[in-house]
Antibody
Framework: EEQLVESGGGLVQPGGSLRLSCAAS????????MSWVRQAPGKGLEWVAN????????YYVDSVKGRFTISRDNAKDSLYLQMNSLRAEDTAVYYCARARLLDYWGQGTLVTVSS | SYELTQPPSVSVSPGQTARITCSGD??????AYWYQQKSGQAPVLVIYDDIKRPSGIPERFSGSSSGTMATLTISGAQVEDEADYYC???????????FGTGTKVTVL
């Protein structure tokens, strides 16, 4: 059974950093594009970034370019999102999802940016 | 930046047909995907590649696309179909993705 489990969320001050992780199981992680999606409280879904199977291609939504970095470790079946220079508007539940069609999702991890 | 536009809400009675539209300039050449999100839960893929239904998704969910508009249809909507629905697709480059504005479906 395909499973994605996010971790690393929490409370961080504006300007701070946080690294999210997503542990994958039940499918061949190294064969899948992977994506991050977020949802601010009471708001809609927002695509954040995705990464190709070998990490050679990465794409980001404009609002996080230069601040967030997506990466992966295929040996550990893990996806990451390094978030720097965090702003209040980055407060959201962050989901990892499989592939670009987002066919499997984790349960999400909450990131709160506040002083 | 690229945008996908959906109606904010759709309301139907049980057993009726609910149709949710998604408008975007790149849709004539790019696939649309649809997700159902119930309160407090992660989204679930219900339609991919415009018209395909993942295993386990009830047959009452169907998708179509014509020109700049994709449509999710729930035929014979059930109370358990109450949820937010989002379309999703990519811009003309094929590299940058976007979600629609979301539609709240009420079945009562």
């Amino acid at each position: 059974e395909e499973q994605l489990v996010e971790s690393g969320g929490g409370l961080v001050q504006p300007g701070g950093s946080l690294r999210l992780s997503c542990a994958a199981s039940g499918f061949t992680f190294s064969s899948s594009w992977m994506s991050w999606v977020r949802q601010a409280p009471g708001k809609g879904l927002e695509w954040v970034a995705n990464i190709k199977q070998d990490g050679s291609e990465k794409y980001y939504v404009d609002s996080v370019k230069g601040r967030f970095t997506i990466s992966r470790d295929n040996a550990k079946d893990s996806l990451y999102l390094q978030m720097n220079s965090l702003r209040a508007e980055d407060t959201a539940v962050y989901y990892c999802a499989r592939a670009r069609l987002l066919d499997y999702w984790g349960q999400g991890t909450l990131v709160t940016v506040s002083s | 930046s690229y945008e996908l536009t959906q109606p904010p809400s759709v309301s139907v009675s049980p057993g009726q047909t609910a149709r949710i539209t998604c408008s975007g300039d790149a849709l004539p050449k790019k696939y649309a995907y649809w997700y159902q999100q119930k309160s407090g839960q992660a989204p679930v893929l219900v339609i991919y590649d415009d018209i395909k239904r993942p295993s386990g998704i009830p047959e009452r969910f169907s998708g179509s696309s014509s020109g700049t508009m994709a449509t999710l249809t729930i035929s014979g909507a059930q109370v358990e179909d109450e949820a937010d629905y989002y379309c999703y697709s990519t811009d003309s480059s094929g590299n940058y993705y976007v979600f629609g504005t979301g539609t709240k479906v009420t079945v009562l």
